[in-house]
Nanobody, 122 residues
Framework: VQLQASGGGLVQAGGSLRLACAAS????????MAWFRQTPGKEREFVAG????????PYADSVKGRFTISRDNAKNMVSLQMNSLKSEDTAVYYC????????????????WGQGTQVTVSS
């Protein structure tokens, strides 16, 4: 499975960005996808995730009410709509995929995209 993330960039605080992650290859083995983010010197943290078949969509407390994760099954794509961005949202964002149930634990994800930089200026 290969994951290609896109959509990062520079935005002012309060603005919006939409990230996209396209999955290719043996996508039939994927059951859950998620977005993580990482800043220098910190561990990669869970942002949002969803099951490919619907159901639970967990979010990090820090992004609840501002970020929305969605999927397009036909295109094997997951998106992350980020609104009301804050400077603390600045990070490299990674999409990830796994077999089995959705989880917030990064070490359970088997497939990772290359990361896309999001920079929010205050």
């Amino acid at each position: 499975v290969q994951l290609q993330a896109s959509g990062g960039g520079l935005v002012q605080a309060g603005g919006s960005l939409r990230l996209a992650c396209a999955a290719s290859g043996r996508t039939g083995s994927i059951y859950a996808m998620a977005w993580f983010r990482q800043t220098p010197g910190k561990e990669r943290e869970f942002v949002a995730g969803l099951s490919w078949t619907g159901g639970n969509t967990p979010y990090a407390d820090s992004v609840k009410g501002r970020f929305t994760i969605s999927r397009d099954n036909a295109k094997n794509m997951v998106s992350l709509q980020m609104n009301s961005l804050k400077s603390e949202d600045t990070a490299v964002y990674y999409c990830a995929a796994k077999r089995g149930l959705i989880t917030t634990a990064r070490y359970e994800y088997e497939y990772w995209g290359q990361g896309t930089q999001v920079t929010v200026s205050s």
